[in-house]
């Protein structure tokens, strides 16, 4: 393939500007600068979650009859299905657990101010997308634990005034969780949010290139190093550290099959059934605070989290703000003590409980399930 060729596709495709803006884009050192690298980290977890998504969709049955059985499948006679569902799941944990992060140290470094606005938009829309896959996801391996976190989750808006039930029902697409419920699960999960998240991560990746990194206000930068190859490299070597520490896990700690849930065949909800980790603390405040009220105060939370940039005028200015500064380490500490709260309850609720039973991946890669 001749130089000449691939400048012709640039210039067609119009990636001339990014490209040149890749070229010449610098990274600033300075003492929160390693907060930079959690953005490259989340873009590397994210394709993997693509990727194994896709892996798991050949042999993934998206049905209440065979959806558990399928997993089963996947984790007992597909090769290394196991592996690959394991690092699904490691993988999204470890995505919301970077987002947030990357999140958090976006808001502490004022990284929202202009010209990022739109970045800091787009980016509080990947975190909506993120959590939509966590919820979507939780229901597909239809066993008795993700069946009723589920039904739970999806009650929770019909404390709602006017809209809680239509909010409901459009969650559920029956008047109680069923196939009908999986089947709409599975939709959002594979089409409609992958589509969604897959252009906004673009969208997102080129504002970085194009607006460079932002600097906190006050503080003085010491260097800067060029991004294409140097920090580059520096970057592949922490994906490439995470990459390893994550297959690590998945192998050590492979995810679990709960038994399947029988809808001819209703029972109660086992022992301490609870959501995912980062629900934990909506979960917690959703028991000691009515419902409307919990749901009310993150709604409005979640408006002035969005429009911070336009609200933070101090930092707009290139000025300290250390209100909001003040506001983003108050979230952090509500969001760790109400999830250690909630493990809490949910470790008391559990004690004496019978064991469930589950699905466990084979250690040596054999056929059968322990």
């Not at 929202?112 to 959590?131: D, E, N, S």
């Not at 105060?297 to 940039?309: A, N």
């Amino acid at each position: 393939m001749s130089a000449d060729w691939i400048e012709h596709l640039i210039n067609s495709l119009h990636l001339r500007y990014t490209m040149d803006a890749v070229k010449n884009k610098v990274v600033p050192h300075h003492r929160s600068s390693i907060w930079y690298y959690f953005g490259g980290l989340a873009l590397m977890f994210f394709t993997l979650q693509v990727v194994t998504g896709i892996m798991l969709l050949f042999y993934y049955t998206p049905t209440a009859e065979l959806a558990n059985k399928s997993i089963h499948l996947i984790m007992t006679q597909v090769p290394f299905g196991w592996l690959i569902r394991s690092v699904h799941a490691w993988s999204a944990n470890a995505l919301m657990a970077v987002v947030l992060i990357h999140m958090f140290s976006a808001f502490l470094m004022k990284s929202y101010r202009a010209p990022r606005t739109i970045m800091w938009l787009t980016g509080i829309v990947l975190l909506v997308l993120m959590i939509g896959f966590g919820f979507t996801g939780y229901l597909l391996p239809w066993d008795q634990t993700s069946y009723f976190a589920t039904k739970i989750g999806a009650e929770v808006p019909r404390a709602l005034p006017w809209i809680g039930d239509i909010i409901s029902s459009l969650i559920k697409g029956a008047k109680d969780v069923n196939g009908s419920t999986l089947t709409r699960m599975f939709a959002l999960h594979v089409g409609v949010l992958p589509a969604i998240s897959i252009l906004l991560v673009v969208t997102h990746v080129t504002l970085i290139l194009l607006l460079g990194s932002g600097v906190p206000p006050g503080t003085s930068v010491k260097s800067e190093e060029k991004y294409f190859p140097n920090y580059l490299m520096k970057e592949t070597m922490i994906w490439l550290a995470g990459f390893g520490i994550l297959i690590a896990i998945a192998v050590l700690y492979p995810w679990d099959l709960g038994k399947a849930y029988d809808l001819a065949n209703p029972v109660e909800p086992p022992a301490g059934v609870h959501p995912e980790w980062y629900f934990m603390f909506l979960y917690q405040t959703l028991k000691v605070i009515p419902e409307w009220l919990a749901i009310t105060c993150f709604g409005v939370l979640l408006v002035f989290w969005t429009f911070v940039p336009y609200l933070d005028r101090k930092a707009h200015r290139g000025e300290k703000s250390p209100l909001f500064t003040y506001i983003g380490i108050a979230a952090i500490f509500y969001i760790c003590i109400m999830t250690t709260w909630a493990y809490i309850a949910v470790s008391d609720e559990s004690a004496g409980a019978p064991a469930v039973l589950t699905t466990q991946a084979p250690k040596s890669g054999g056929d059968s399930a322990k």
